[in-house]
């Protein structure tokens, strides 16, 4: 059977337009953040990055304490984006708004977690880091908030709390010694501007590939 010129043509267009979508939504898949990926955790509001440290709080749960950091280039402020105990999310799947995670402090192996005790500083609700070895409880649980489907890497999102409600928190008080300088981390009951958060440096996980790189790692 002859195949006319525009017949070709058609054919022809289609091929494009399927390679083009299939393009489109690989280059979608690579804004997400994903399960297993390891990021830096910008507050928006006041310019620090979610940090933490084996230094117990003096008060309160005496759990090792998160606070914020200026300093963009320390270590101890990557966290692992992970699925819930008993519902662990693919390997280098996109994390989807208002899907429940962990995330795990990669240096001590900890979840953030907050619990009903209040903050040292501000009185809001202490967030700690808590667990061993990766595991911890029920506590350990938040959802993300954001406008579309999936988690995009250059959005502010913020972080609810399963157990409790609040939202992953800065306000601006600082401490003292050992950690002069930090700032307090605390769940609070509102969203409001001193909740958005922004995934920055950090290594973003791929399905089924290996990681891409986003920084200095």
Known sequence: MEITGAARLVFRSLVVLLLWSQCEAGESELN???????VKLLNTRHNVRLHSHDVKYGSGSGQQSVTGVENADDANSYWQIRGKPNRPCQRGTSIRCGQAIRIMHMKTSRNLH???????????QEVSA??????GDDLD?????CDGDHWERDEDVRFKHVGTDVFLSVTGEQYGHPIRGQREVHGMSSAN??????????VFIQPSQAPLRHDEL
Do not use: A, D, I
């Open 193 to 202: 501007q001193h909740n958005w958060w922004r995934s920055m440096e950090g």
């Open 114 to 124: 907050t619990h009903r005790f209040s903050s040292p500083l501000s009185n809001n």
């Open 32 to 38: 997400h953040v994903t399960c297993g990926s390891l």
């Open 130 to 135: 808590f667990g061993e070895n990766g595991e």
């Open 141 to 145: 649980t938040w959802t993300v908030q």
